[in-house]
């Protein structure tokens, strides 16, 4: 079956530090790939996106390169800052169909200025 | 735009009770969806629609019931609250499906079942 994998958290960071958060899947067929993010007291925001092997998404200084042979799409940034402290949620989409995104567990980001 | 908005924020029921969350989009999405986030899980899906009228099951639909009479209001109906039911609910709306359509979440509903 589909599923999504990512770092367990809570994570913590000093700003300026290079950030990575894992996510491996599983998937019939070829996937679409996301991240999300919650700030506190706020609903999921999508913050990047890849729909196909090899593509990058990025944002706001993030990045994610969707890679095929190791289905993977970690998260990273070069130089994290305190209002990066959040849930990221790594998510994929299998076909068009409007119920078949999955999310991953989210991962607790809290950056120390 | 207020873009998703649910109500209420936090709300306590004891078991047997009965509540509607309400969620409500004024960006005129057709596509709307109802997801409950349990702590240490990623989100699932509950109920989605694809237009006002239609409603359909997504993975976890159980002790749940949608209606979907206008384009902007989708609210979810728990009949018989169950401690099972504790979690925290999302609503989203998006303006079609397919991978180049975002989802738009509302702030969430943190729900206790006592």
């Known amino acids: 079956g589909n599923s999504v994998t990512q770092m367990e958290g809570p994570v913590t960071l000093s700003e300026e530090a290079f950030l990575t958060i894992n996510c491996t899947y599983t998937?019939?067929?070829?996937?679409?790939l996301f991240w999300y993010v919650q700030y506190p007291g706020e609903g999921l925001q999508l913050l990047l996106k890849a729909t196909k092997a090899d593509d990058k998404g990025s944002n706001k200084g993030f990045e994610a390169t969707y890679r095929k042979e190791t289905t993977s799409f970690h998260l990273e940034k070069g130089s994290v800052q305190v209002s990066d402290s959040a849930v990221y949620f790594c998510?994929?989409?299998?076909?068009?169909?409007?119920?078949?995104?999955?999310f991953g567990s989210g991962t607790r980001l809290s950056i120390r200025p | 735009n207020a873009g998703v908005t649910q109500t209420p924020k936090f709300r306590i029921l004891k078991i047997g009770q009965s509540m509607t969350l309400q969620c409500t989009q004024d960006?005129?999405?057709?596509?709307m969806y109802w997801y409950r986030q349990d702590p240490g899980m990623g989100l699932k899906l509950i109920y989605y629609s694809v237009g006002a009228g239609i409603t359909d099951k997504g993975e976890v639909p159980n002790g749940y019931n949608v209606s979907r009479s206008t384009t902007e209001d989708f609210p979810l109906r728990l009949e018989l609250a169950a401690p099972s039911q504790t979690s925290v609910y999302f609503c989203a709306s998006s303006p079609g499906q397919g991978p180049d359509n975002e989802q738009f979440f509302g702030p969430g509903t943190r729900l206790t079942v006592l």
């Open positions: 998510a994929l989409r299998v076909g068009s169909s409007a119920s078949k995104i999955i």
């Open positions: 998937a019939t067929g070829y996937p679409s």
């Open positions: 960006m005129n999405h057709n596509y």
